[in-house]
């Protein structure tokens, strides 16, 4: 992945050159919610790959010792969470290294080290949902932009889903759309086994996160998946980031942002975002096969646009011009012959009234053939 590299404060990440398990940390990428991801080198392959370390709640879960770079939980209660945390992550990058489909990031290995885990991906060329919207001057996207990655991410959702796993951190940043215009969903650091009924870490990303990822109490399931893309929707099309679940309720001020972009957009989606942003998870799009089928309409007009009927008329009307330049351009050679042939026939009276009769014939014709075509 190719996003600019950026500067954290130590003990917070691992320095440049530090080699891990046969990787050689180069640069730091980014920090989310469950870690810090670095570009590095695979000694053993000559190949630049992407490691992203199971780090949750830096100071506030763990630290990182500067002696020897190890992270320690803070207290009893953080290293039970931490553990927990850890466990689920290393199932999944277990999970997702026998995970094959083209618009998921492939897990090239996974192992434990320092008091943590990491995760080996390859380094994708292209960029970051968020960064194509903000190099745009308007900063949207149209519809068309938007079905062109939703419907290969709902593909690879789809996938997942069906594994019993959910990603549980999709946002604009966590959906990489590579050079050949494939889009990837990206750091599964989050996901959790939760269909099985499995209590999951506390996790999430203001803006994307819907309700029950702020409580224990309110089960997830493919619909906590669904929400997130709905904000990613709505991101990309209003160019705002979706407030709290917390600031939604009751008057929801998003109300006014949903109406402006119906009067906007193909209805169809909008009417489907929303339904994917309840805040009721009940009352919300349940998974990505109801989603397909709410964004039915909308998929076939982006992909399979409606072909133009066919205008008989605007053909002839285009070449109306080059028509009448020939039937002009015969007619004065008509008139010459005519002079010629005149001038001929003058000293042979007998014929002379005949030629006339003829002459008269034809320029009548060519007077009707110019009024049907003016």
């Not at 745009?136 to 068309?144: F, G, L, N």
């Not at 493919?222 to 979706?242: E, F, K, M, N, R």
């Not at 975002?273 to 709410?294: F, S």
């Not at 039915?296 to 011009?321: D, E, Y």
Request: charged fraction near 20%.
């Amino acid at each position: 992945m190719s996003p600019s590299p950026i500067t954290l404060s130590p003990p917070d990440y691992l320095p440049p050159s530090f080699v891990l398990s046969g990787y050689e940390i180069r640069v730091v990428l980014g920090r989310g919610g469950f870690g810090v991801t670095y570009k590095a080198l695979d000694r053993k392959n000559n190949q630049t790959v992407v490691i992203k370390e199971y780090f949750p709640a830096p100071e506030v879960m763990a630290v990182r010792r500067v002696r020897g770079f190890y992270l320690e939980p803070n207290d009893a209660q953080s290293a039970q969470e931490f553990a927990e945390g850890l466990s689920y992550f290393l199932k999944e990058a277990k999970f997702l290294t026998k995970f094959n489909h083209a618009n998921i990031v492939p897990i090239m290995n996974f192992f434990p080290a320092l008091g943590t885990a990491y995760f080996v991906m390859p380094y994708l060329e292209g960029e970051t949902l968020d960064n194509i919207v903000a190099s745009k001057p308007e900063r949207k996207q149209t519809p068309r932009e938007v079905m062109a990655w939703l419907d290969p991410i709902l593909d690879g959702l789809q996938a997942v889903h069906a594994r019993g796993i959910l990603h549980r951190d999709i946002k604009p940043s966590n959906i990489f759309i590579q050079k050949n215009h494939n889009p990837v969903l990206i750091d599964f650091g989050a996901a959790g086994d939760v269909l099985a009924g499995q209590k999951v870490p506390l996790a999430l990303t203001h803006g994307y996160a819907p309700p029950e990822q702020y409580s224990a109490n309110i089960p997830q399931g493919p619909w906590t998946d669904i929400y997130s893309l709905g904000a990613v929707i709505y991101y990309v099309l209003s160019g705002l980031h979706l407030l709290s679940p917390q600031t939604r309720i009751g008057a929801d001020p998003c109300e006014i942002i949903f109406k402006k972009l119906e009067h906007e957009h193909d209805q169809n989606l909008i009417k489907t975002m929303e339904r994917c942003l309840k805040l009721n998870y009940q009352e919300r799009i349940q998974g990505v096969a109801e989603l397909r089928q709410a964004l039915g309409s909308t998929i076939n007009r982006s992909i399979n646009p409606l072909p133009k009927p066919k205008n008989v008329i605007k053909p002839l009307i285009a070449n109306k011009g080059s028509i009448l330049l020939k039937i002009r351009s015969f007619k004065l050679k008509t008139i010459n012959v005519i002079k010629e042939t005149y001038l001929y026939l003058f000293k042979n009276i007998k014929h002379l009234i005949t030629f006339l009769i003829v002459a008269l014939i034809i320029v009548l014709f060519f007077k009707i053939i110019l009024k049907v075509f003016s």
